[in-house]
């Protein structure tokens, strides 16, 4: 069973920074993709950002230019570094991956609240 695990969320000030990790329990080449979603309150889980197995990216109108999606192979570790946050940021995020063996069953961490607030 693959199992993805996110960390890294937290209370963070207008225009801060934060980096999130997503952990995979599996080689993460053995994903088409990986990527984070998100998730405020009384809202429906939007996308934010994938990556390809072959390292391709994708990003939300929302959040381009402020956020970047990476991978550490070596790690199976995926990354979602977000600058220049804003109240509107604040979610929770998931971490997604599609395994190439499974498409149509993506899996997903537990996510990992995010704050933005002064």
């Known amino acids: 069973q693959v199992q993805l695990v996110e960390s890294g969320g937290g209370l963070v000030q207008p225009g801060g920074s934060l980096r999130l990790s997503c952990a995979a329990s599996?080689?993460?080449?053995?994903?088409?993709?990986m990527g984070w979603f998100r998730q405020a309150p009384g809202k429906q889980r939007e996308f934010v950002a994938t990556?390809?197995?072959?390292?391709?990216?994708n990003y939300a109108d929302t959040v381009k230019g402020r956020f970047t999606i990476s991978r550490d192979t070596a790690k199976n570790t995926a990354y979602l570094q977000m600058n220049s946050l804003k109240p509107e940021d604040t979610a929770v995020y998931y971490c997604?991956?599609?395994?190439?063996?499974?498409?149509?069953?993506?899996?997903w961490g537990q996510g990992t609240q995010v704050t933005v607030s002064s």
């Open positions: 599996t080689n993460i080449f053995m994903f088409n993709t």
């Open positions: 997604n991956a599609v395994h190439l063996a499974v498409p149509s069953a993506p899996y």
């Open positions: 990556i390809t197995r072959g390292g391709s990216t």
